[in-house]
C-alpha cells in the first residue's frame, strides 16, 4: 500500500528565504506526482506535475523534483513571500489512474512579513 | 473555463437524513474523482469514474455510499443516513485522462448534527 509522508510538518521563515518542502513514498511505482497548495476552507490549486520519465519541473518561483527510485521529491520555493502562506500538499499517482491520488498530510508554511 | 464547479459549498444536515453533492468537471474532463477530508487529516480517495461507469470504489464506504456519473449532468456524491462521522471535506477532482493533471474543485464541507 502506497503510503506519502511529507516533512516537516509546519515550517514558519522570514519573508525572503529560499526553503525546500519533501516529500517521501513508499513504492516507487508511480505514474505522477503532483504538488498541491491548499489556503484554509479553500480546495485545493495545483502547483506542479511531473510524469514519473520526468526529473523536475519548474513554474515561476517553484520547482520541483522527483527520484523515483529513492521515491523522494522536493518542491523549492525561491525568495518566499508572505502569498506563500498555506498548506502545500504532496500527492501520488499509481496504476493508470484507478485508486486515484495518494496524498501526504502536507507542510503547513507560514511566511512571516 | 469556468475549472471544477462544486455544489453546495457547505451542506449541514441532520444524523439520518440524506446528503447530495454535485460535481461539474472542467470542460473537456471524462474524469471524476471524489475525496473526502476529514479534520486533522490527509485527502482519502474514495471513487473514480468517467461517464456512465464507476472504474474504482475501492475508497468508498460499502455502505451508505454511492456516487454516479451521468452521461448528462453532473457527477453525484450520495450519502444516506448521514451520521455524525460523516462530517468532513469532500472534494471532487476532475482530468482528462487517468493519469493527467487533477484539477480540483473548492469543496463541499458536510456537517451532521
Known amino acids: 500500500k502506497q503510503e506519502v509522508t511529507q516533512i516537516p510538518a509546519a515550517l514558519s521563515v522570514p519573508e525572503g528565504e529560499n526553503l525546500v518542502l519533501n516529500c517521501s513514498f513508499t513504492?516507487?511505482?508511480?505514474?505522477?506526482l503532483q504538488w498541491f497548495r491548499q489556503d484554509p476552507g479553500k480546495g485545493l490549486t495545483s502547483l506542479l506535475l511531473?510524469?514519473?520519465?520526468?526529473r523536475e519541473q519548474t513554474s515561476g518561483r517553484l520547482n520541483a523534483s522527483l527520484d523515483k527510485s529513492s521515491g523522494r521529491s522536493t518542491l523549492y520555493i525561491a525568495a518566499s513571500q508572505p502569498g506563500d502562506s498555506a498548506t502545500y500538499l504532496c500527492a501520488v499517482g499509481i496504476n493508470t489512474g484507478a485508486d486515484g491520488l495518494t496524498f501526504g498530510k502536507g507542510t503547513h508554511l507560514i511566511i512571516q512579513p | 473555463n469556468a475549472g471544477v464547479m462544486q455544489n453546495p459549498r457547505h451542506l449541514v444536515r441532520r444524523r439520518g437524513q440524506e446528503a447530495r453533492l454535485r460535481c461539474s468537471p472542467m470542460k473537456g474532463h471524462s474524469h471524476v474523482y471524489w475525496y473526502r477530508q476529514l479534520p486533522e487529516e490527509g485527502l482519502k480517495f474514495m471513487v473514480y469514474?468517467?461517464?456512465?461507469?464507476?472504474?474504482?470504489e475501492s475508497g468508498m464506504p460499502k455502505e451508505r455510499f454511492s456516487a454516479e456519473f451521468p452521461k448528462e449532468g453532473p457527477s453525484i456524491l450520495r450519502i444516506q443516513q448521514v451520521v455524525r462521522g460523516d462530517s468532513a471535506a469532500y472534494f471532487c477532482?476532475?482530468?482528462?485522462?487517468?493519469?493527467?493533471?487533477?484539477?480540483f474543485g473548492q469543496g463541499t464541507r458536510l456537517t451532521v448534527v
Open positions: 513504492d516507487s511505482a508511480i505514474y505522477n
Open positions: 477532482a476532475s482530468s482528462q485522462t487517468g493519469v493527467a493533471e487533477a484539477f
Open positions: 469514474l468517467q461517464k456512465e461507469n464507476i472504474i474504482d
Open positions: 511531473i510524469q514519473s520519465s520526468q
